[in-house]
């Protein structure tokens, strides 16, 4: 049987979503800014491939929690 999660339940995985996009967006931000500014990104062509992965990773992350939280949002009718 499939039961609908309570209101604090889903509040609570909205809120861990936001404590981990707010975690994942600096981090992003700065890797993107470094590799923006090659002066400061890893010169090394593994170091720069390695940094690129990293970054395309954490935005993938993002791209997947970002939909969750408006569903989220959505059910507990505060819109996205």
Do not use: K, N
Request: hydrophobic fraction near 40%.
């Amino acid at each position: 049987m499939v039961t609908q999660q309570s209101t604090d339940e889903i509040r609570a995985e909205l809120q861990e979503i936001e404590r981990e996009l707010d975690v994942l967006r600096p981090r992003v931000a700065e890797m993107r800014r470094l590799i923006g500014e090659r002066w400061d990104a890893p010169r090394d062509p593994v170091d720069l491939s390695a940094t690129l992965t990293f970054t395309e990773e954490q935005e993938a992350i993002m791209a997947t929690l970002e939909p969750r939280r408006d569903t989220l949002l959505e059910r507990l009718g505060e819109g996205a």
